[in-house]
Every structure is written in structure tokens, then in C-alpha cells.
């Protein structure tokens, strides 16, 4: 039963345009949720998050986007750097019990010159 | 940032055999470490959650006669994998909390670069 799904396994943008990475879960008490990059080779990083009580985080380039009714978010990157290509998981938690994270599949994201 | 160190980064093994992978917090104490494992094309698995001197919690389907899961220090948790079969073959990976950080914190989460473990 994969309760975070991200349905597409890659994308790829040229440099310096958007990036929209997207991800659907099924569980509506989830209330915490996170972005994480990881590089070959490396595990993966913390890169953004956002609480159900907000529908936006901002950080930089990265902006991630909560839509509870749809239960969907989204990881925009603005602009897309080469440096942003890498594999992007989403997860999902519970305030609370924050060791138990639900993972997605990841998106592989090319960023072109 | 902090650092989590896990080895070995790939293992092959003979079916049968045991096979044991360390993850290390370099510049932070860890009392809590969680496990994971990744299939091909699936989501990275909450496999288990190891407490600092006490006995780790498994996720429900998860053997812990099969992985046996050692957090005898602060910053060591290792993970053994007992007479390891083909199907064990996957993608393990190990996190940790900072002690020193509020316990709800899941952005302080660091991983390990995983290990790739491919039972023959």
C-alpha cells in the first residue's frame, strides 16, 4: 500500500526554467511533510518541509506547495541549476512521531544547460 | 552539517551468510537510528528503529530474528543481516537524530549513503 506516491519517475528542464516536482498521498492524517535530494552515492539531504497548517513554504529557490483537500504537494525549484539535478523524495509523517517517515519513490530530475 | 558514515557501501554474499552493516554519527550523538530498505522502484521502507541501550522496535513484517539491529553506543547502531537470502537483496539505509536537537524535529534527520547488499 504506498501511501506517498510520486508518479513520475523523471523529469527533465533546461536551466533556468521551472522545476515542478509533484507528489500525492492517500493518508489524510498526515500532517507533516518533507522534500529531501539525494546525490549518487550519497544519502539523502533534508531540502525543504511544510506543516498542514500552511499551504506554502518558501526557501530560496524552493517553494513547496500543500493542497490538503487534494492531498498533494509540489517542490518548485526557480531557476532550475545544473547543481539541482539529483533525485527528489517527498515524505510524509505525523506531529509527533517523527522518526516514522513515509517515503515516496523518488523523481529523477535532469536539469539541462 | 553532520555526518552519518555507513558501511560497507556495497556487499556482495553467499546465500546463507551474515552480513553486517554499521552506521556511524561522526560529530553528533544519536540516540535514536532508524533502518531503512529500498527495492527496485519502490519508496525507501521504515524497517526498524533502534534506541541507544535498549531493544529496537521493527515495523510490522520486518523479522528481528532476521535483522538484528545492535545501538550499543552513541553514536553506533549496526544492522545484521542473519543468513541472508537472495530476496534480501536491496538497498539498506540508516538515519539519524541529533540527541541534541527537539526530538519532533524530522529535518534533523540525517542519513547514511546506504549500502547496496546483493545476496548470491
Known amino acids: 500500500d504506498q501511501q506517498v506516491k510520486q508518479n513520475s519517475p523523471s523529469l527533465s528542464v533546461q536551466e533556468g526554467r521551472i522545476s515542478i516536482l509533484n507528489c500525492d498521498y492517500t493518508?489524510?492524517?498526515?500532517?507533516?511533510f518533507l522534500w529531501y535530494k539525494k546525490y549518487p552515492a550519497e544519502g539523502p539531504t533534508f531540502l525543504i518541509s511544510?506543516?498542514?497548517?500552511?499551504d506554502k513554504n518558501e526557501d530560496g529557490r524552493f517553494t513547496v506547495f500543500l493542497n490538503k483537500s487534494a492531498k498533494h504537494l509540489s517542490l518548485h525549484i526557480v531557476p532550475s541549476q545544473p547543481g539541482d539535478s539529483a533525485v527528489y523524495f517527498c515524505?510524509?509523517?505525523?506531529?509527533?512521531?517523527?522518526?516514522?517517515?513515509?517515503f515516496g519513490t523518488g523523481t529523477r530530475l535532469q536539469v539541462t544547460l | 552539517g553532520a555526518v552519518v558514515s555507513q558501511h560497507p557501501s556495497w556487499v556482495i554474499c553467499k546465500s546463507g551468510t551474515s552480513v553486517k552493516i554499521e552506521c556511524r554519527s561522526l560529530?553528533?550523538?544519536?540516540?535514536?537510528m532508524f533502518w531503512y530498505r529500498q527495492f527496485p522502484k519502490q519508496s525507501l521502507m521504515l524497517m526498524a528503529t533502534?534506541?541507544?541501550?535498549?531493544?529496537?522496535?521493527?515495523e510490522q513484517g520486518v523479522e528481528k530474528d532476521k535483522f538484528l539491529i545492535n545501538h550499543a553506543s552513541l553514536t553506533l547502531s549496526t544492522l545484521t543481516v542473519t543468513s541472508a537470502h537472495p530476496e534480501d537483496s536491496s538497498f539498506y539505509i540508516c538515519?539519524?537524530?541529533?540527541?541534541?536537537?527537539?526530538?519532533?524535529?524530522?529535518?534533523?534527520?540525517?542519513f547514511g549513503s546506504g549500502t547496496q547488499l546483493s545476496v548470491l
Open positions: 560529530d553528533f550523538q544519536a540516540t535514536t
Open positions: 493518508n489524510s492524517m498526515f500532517d507533516y
Open positions: 538515519s539519524a537524530r541529533d540527541a541534541g536537537l527537539p526530538q519532533t524535529t524530522n529535518e534533523k534527520l540525517f
Open positions: 511544510i506543516s498542514s497548517i500552511k
Open positions: 515524505a510524509a509523517s505525523f506531529t509527533g512521531t517523527a522518526s516514522k517517515l513515509t
Open positions: 533502534s534506541n541507544e541501550g535498549s531493544k529496537a522496535t521493527y
